[in-house]
């Protein structure tokens, strides 16, 4: 097993380290920690608590992975922290467990970039493939797609949940859920139309894109009820997998209301 480990990082007894580890000078690795192979920590890292770090993760300098929650409720409990394969954790990231008011722990995919500045709060869970720009931060419970792209400075208020394939604009404030492929903007963040950009990037067909406009169109611009409109969608794109997509993440709403258009 072939680790690389500076002589001024600090692990504690208990830990788990891979084959092909490095760690950077001045790290400190906790006793419940878990790194996988070929991760690797730049200076000054601190990995905390029960902590288990994918393989071929890179963590860069004064990150602070895996330390209590900021939840007043918080009392110690061991929830834990599971980070997935092949991310990219920039300066400054904090990211925190879980807590017994939830499932006990904070859940993030594989292949995500989380720039400067990034938080994410207890008990959210992310999906492969996310990124989240400089600052950008995550209120306790959050959910997040895959494939999602949440702008620098933007703010996620708990609970809430932003499907897959969406864009959250640079310095949105986020209060209402956030449909797949749908894109935000705003001080108050409101549904700005899709996300054809990221939709374009994963190589759609025309006529996938074209079956989402339509269906966009009659959810959010159509005459009668959210819910009536929510139904005719339905009927009208019975096989298509994205517009499902769609339909059942609005159904599935719980303490907030779905994100709309802005009525200014």
Same mark, same amino acid.
């Given at each position: 097993?072939?680790?690389?480990?500076?002589?001024?990082?600090?692990?504690? /007894? $208990?830990?788990?380290?891979?084959?092909?580890?490095?760690? @950077?000078? &001045?790290?400190?690795?906790?006793?419940?920690?878990?790194?996988?192979?070929?991760?690797?920590?730049?200076?000054?890292?601190?990995?905390? +608590?029960?902590?288990? *770090? +994918?393989? !071929?993760?890179?963590?860069?300098?004064? =990150?602070?992975?895996?330390?209590?929650?900021?939840?007043?409720? &918080?009392? @110690?409990?061991?929830? %834990?922290?599971?980070? !997935?394969?092949?991310?990219?954790?920039?300066?400054?990231?904090?990211?925190?467990?879980?807590?017994?008011?939830?499932?006990?722990?904070?859940?993030? $995919?594989?292949? $995500?970039?989380?720039?400067?500045?990034?938080?994410?709060?207890?008990?959210? *869970?992310?999906?492969?493939?996310?990124?989240?720009?400089?600052?950008?931060?995550?209120?306790?419970? *959050?959910?997040?797609?895959? &494939?999602?792209?949440?702008?620098?400075?933007? =703010?996620?208020?708990?609970?809430? #949940?932003?499907?897959? &394939?969406?864009?959250? +604009?640079?310095?949105?404030?986020?209060?209402?859920?956030?449909?797949?492929? !749908? %894109?935000?903007?705003?001080?108050?963040?409101?549904? =700005? @139309?899709?996300?054809?950009?990221?939709?374009? #990037?994963?190589?759609?067909?025309?006529?996938?894109? %074209?079956?989402?406009?339509?269906?966009?169109?009659?959810?959010?611009? @159509?005459? $009668?009820?959210?819910?009536? #409109?929510?139904?005719?969608?339905?009927?009208?794109?019975?096989?298509?997998?994205?517009?499902?997509?769609?339909?059942?993440?609005?159904?599935?709403? /719980? #303490?907030?209301?779905?994100?709309?258009?802005?009525?200014?």
């Amino acid at each position: 097993m072939t680790q690389t480990i500076h002589p001024t990082a600090i692990i504690d /007894d $208990g830990a788990t380290i891979g084959e092909n580890v490095s760690i @950077g000078p &001045y790290s400190i690795v906790g006793s419940n920690v878990t790194l996988g192979n070929n991760v690797k920590l730049h200076a000054h890292v601190v990995v905390a +608590g029960h902590t288990s *770090v +994918g393989s !071929g993760t890179e963590i860069f300098p004064f =990150a602070a992975i895996g330390t209590a929650p900021q939840d007043l409720k &918080y009392s @110690g409990e061991p929830s %834990r922290l599971i980070i !997935g394969e092949n991310n990219k954790i920039r300066e400054h990231v904090t990211m925190h467990p879980g807590t017994q008011s939830d499932a006990m722990e904070t859940r993030i $995919g594989d292949n $995500g970039l989380f720039m400067v500045g990034v938080h994410v709060a207890h008990d959210c *869970v992310i999906g492969n493939n996310v990124i989240m720009a400089n600052n950008a931060t995550l209120g306790g419970h *959050v959910h997040v797609g895959q &494939y999602s792209v949440i702008g620098g400075l933007a =703010a996620v208020h708990q609970f809430i #949940r932003i499907g897959e &394939y969406a864009m959250i +604009g640079g310095m949105s404030g986020v209060e209402s859920d956030v449909i797949p492929f !749908g %894109r935000v903007k705003g001080e108050r963040a409101s549904l =700005a @139309g899709l996300n054809l950009v990221g939709i374009d #990037r994963q190589n759609y067909s025309k006529e996938d894109t %074209r079956n989402l406009q339509k269906a966009f169109k009659t959810l959010f611009y @159509g005459d $009668g009820t959210f819910n009536e #409109r929510l139904e005719r969608v339905e009927a009208a794109f019975p096989d298509n997998d994205n517009v499902k997509a769609i339909v059942e993440f609005s159904r599935n709403k /719980d #303490r907030f209301p779905i994100c709309q258009p802005s009525t200014k």
